[in-house]
């Protein structure tokens, strides 16, 4: 099974700042990585696939990027509904695996 | 517009079995390179992927639960059922289902779509 780290488990960050988050594979998915949103109560989010495409209706300041092990979310400019906690998930092997998350705080 | 809904017990005794039903619109299971997938969320923990059923009636499931889990789709009415048996304290959590995306252009999968989610609760 591949197993997925992201790190930090928690960052806390300012609206208008940018936010780094990386996903961490332990072996190579090559771009068969995707990134979610989730928020308590609802239902997660499609951010990016492929590593780097934006889903339907996500808005510029997500950027995805990577490939093999190493993969990071970039949010340029935090707007007040961005903070939530944000997943990676492989769809590169069986099963199907998620990270443990990122959870973005305001400060 | 595709939309899904989970339903089923919001309570189980331990050793019981689930039975989860996730009925969908705006897509169909007859169509080529659709799947139907379910993902959990433990309380304050990390999603975890189940199961998942495609167009063509292949399944996955998760390696850790395979044993415990069993997926049907009926087409007709536009639902697909888990069921998870031996229900367990530990199994208590959020069931989401969701719609997977195959993109043709790029060959990537994801799941684009969720359900609202059911929570579980496992408890005598």
């Known amino acids: 099974e591949i197993v997925l780290t992201q790190s930090p488990a928690t960052m806390s960050l300012s609206p208008g700042e940018r936010a780094t988050l990386s996903c961490r594979a332990s072996?190579?998915?090559?771009?068969?990585l995707a990134w979610y949103q989730h928020k308590p109560g609802q239902a997660p989010r499609l951010l990016i696939f492929?590593?780097?495409k934006r889903a339907t209706g996500i808005p510029a300041r997500f950027s995805g990027s990577g490939s093999g092990t190493v993969f990071t979310l970039t949010i340029s400019s935090l707007e007040p509904d961005d903070f939530a906690i944000y997943y990676c998930?492989?769809?590169?092997?069986?099963?199907?695996?998620f990270g443990q998350g990122t959870r973005l705080d305001i400060k | 517009q595709i939309t899904l809904k989970e339903s089923g017990p919001t309570l189980v005794k331990p050793t019981q079995t689930l039975t989860l039903t996730c009925t969908f619109s705006?897509?169909?299971?007859?169509?080529?390179?659709?799947?139907v997938g379910w993902i959990r969320q433990p309380p304050g923990k990390a999603l975890e992927w189940l199961a998942l059923?495609?167009?063509?009636?292949?399944?996955q499931y998760s390696p850790s639960l395979k044993s415990r889990l069993t997926m049907s789709k009926d087409t007709s009415k536009n639902q697909v059922v888990l069921t998870m048996t031996n229900m367990d304290p530990v199994d208590t959590a959020t069931y989401f289902c969701?719609?997977?995306?195959?993109?043709?252009?790029?060959?990537?999968?994801?799941?684009?779509?969720w359900g609202p989610g059911t929570m579980v609760t496992v408890s005598s």
């Open positions: 969701a719609h997977e995306l195959y993109d043709i252009m790029t060959g990537f999968n994801s799941f684009d779509i």
């Open positions: 705006g897509f169909s299971l007859r169509s080529r390179e659709v799947g």
């Open positions: 059923i495609y167009w063509d009636g292949e399944e």
């Open positions: 072996q190579s998915v090559s771009t068969f």
């Open positions: 492929g590593a780097s």
């Open positions: 998930q492989q769809r590169s092997n069986w099963p199907i695996t």
